[in-house]
Nanobody, 115 residues
């Protein structure tokens, strides 16, 4: 079992920045990808960004150029740097890890963009 703990959410004004972190622990076998998803009030969960072993990344069109995903392989931690935040980025952001074919989710962290 892999346990994920997210941190870094909060309230920020439009145009501001936040950095999310997700630390993995437990019976980690072979992580192939780490990513972030979000769910806004009244909407379904949507993909935000993902990073694969070797460093390849992909992003949702809505965050390209504003968000950057990175990882610390030694600490099995993934980060999401969010810049130029907009009110429509308000959501619960959840970390996802693919380990040895299994998918694990964190509990989520709230990001609110409001003036």
């Amino acid at each position: 079992q892999v346990h994920l703990v997210e941190s870094g959410g909060g309230l920020v004004q439009p145009g501001g920045s936040l950095r999310l972190s997700c630390a993995s622990s437990g019976s980690i076998s072979s992580i192939s990808a780490m990513g972030w998803y979000r769910q806004a009030p009244g909407k379904g969960r949507e993909f935000v960004a993902r990073i694969f072993n070797g460093g390849a990344t992909n992003y949702a069109d809505s965050v390209k150029g504003r968000f950057t995903i990175s990882r610390d392989n030694a600490r099995n931690t993934v980060f999401l740097q969010m810049n130029s935040l907009k009110p429509e980025d308000t959501a619960v952001y959840s970390c996802n890890v693919l380990d040895n074919g299994a998918s694990y989710w964190g509990q989520g962290t709230q990001v609110t963009v409001s003036s």
